[in-house]
């Protein structure tokens, strides 16, 4: 996949999380080496927050090139209540998906797209120009 773009449909799959590690890990896994286990558990904190704070999900995208791995994962959540890593009360069983986004991509953001959001985290994993001096 490298310098290459992967797009599939996770919309109305009671099983989204599920599909989208395994399109990561079958994916990816080459690219991101060490780092997939990260990857994966990026993929599923994104996908589940689309799934419970969205009208749903509605695909992920994956793309490689000599530098970095993103993926970017589509909800049906509108454009006005972006993503943001709130303070989580420490006795609740959810709220720290973000802050583990923040903890294990090397970036993400998100943006508007098709009657929702588009959210991505990056995984640098190529060489910089430093390093390779």
């Known amino acids: 996949m490298a310098g290459a773009c992967r797009v599939i449909s996770l919309a109305g799959s009671g ?15 080459e690219f991101l080496g060490a780092r997939l286990p990260d ?13 419970s704070h969205t009208a749903g999900v ?26 943001r890593a709130a303070e989580a009360d420490p006795l609740a069983e959810s709220g720290r998906g973000l802050h583990l986004v923040t903890a294990l991509a090397d970036s993400w953001h998100a ?3 098709l009657e929702g ?3 991505t985290a990056v995984f640098r994993t190529g ?5 390779s001096d």
């Open 127 to 131: 060489t910089t120009e430093a390093e």
């Open 58 to 83: 509605r695909g992920l995208m994956l793309h490689h090139d000599r530098n970095a791995t993103s993926l970017t994962v589509f909800d049906r959540g509108g454009t006005t209540n972006w993503p």
């Open 15 to 29: 099983r989204a999380e599920q599909l989208a590690r395994e399109e990561v890990r079958n994916t990816c896994s």
């Open 117 to 119: 959001k588009a959210v």
């Open 111 to 113: 943006r508007p797209a």
């Open 39 to 51: 990857a994966l558990l990026v993929v599923t904190e994104l996908v589940a927050n689309a799934v």
